[in-house]
């Protein structure tokens, strides 16, 4: 949002370079929670994958 205040009030030379400056900025901003994203969705699969492969599969037999 700043940036589209700074190139509204910005000579012509310079809104190119306060434009590419914002949405550099923006894309930084949401690069971290997009990586946490897809580690948590990695972790979340593994742990499925472990507990999938882990668990017995069926009932077990009563020992007498």
Do not use: C
Not at 37 to 49: P, W
Request: charged letters at 10%; proline letters at 6%.
């Amino acid at each position: 949002m700043r940036a589209f205040g700074a190139v509204a009030s910005a000579d012509a030379s310079s809104k190119a370079t306060l434009m590419a400056r914002g949405i550099s900025d923006g894309m930084y901003a949401g690069t971290i929670p997009a990586l946490l994203a897809v580690a948590l969705l990695g972790l979340s699969t593994l742990s499925s994958l472990v507990g999938t492969f882990s668990s017995p599969s069926g009932p077990s037999e009563p020992t007498s």
